[in-house]
């Protein structure tokens, strides 16, 4: 069976909204145990790739980091961004794709 792209896509994506929903209970369990702990760096990296709903309802289910400031703040600025991605995706596909071209070239 061959996957088309947008099948893939969606795959990939609530892969990695599932790994970060994992991440952030994984870092609440151990803050309960107090057990060493996963960086907020690394938390919010895991949002920005990919998995910011995740995140998001990782933090409204479990009620983590749900106070810390400036967490709350820079993880909203990335479900913006993602959101604002998706909606140029859909309603640009042509100036999306240039856009990631570019960023692409750039690195």
Known sequence: ????????????????NVIAFCVYWWDKQAAIDG?????????????FIGGSLGALA???MLRHKTRKEPFRTLLMIIIILHALGAASWLLAPELAKSVIVAIAGAI
Not at 35 to 47: D, Y
Request: proline share 3%.
């Open 1 to 16: 069976m061959e996957l088309s792209t947008p099948l893939a896509l969606f795959i990939l994506y609530l892969l990695l």
């Open 35 to 47: 057990t060493w702990r996963i960086s907020e760096r690394t938390l919010l990296g895991v949002a």
């Open 58 to 60: 990782a933090q409204q």
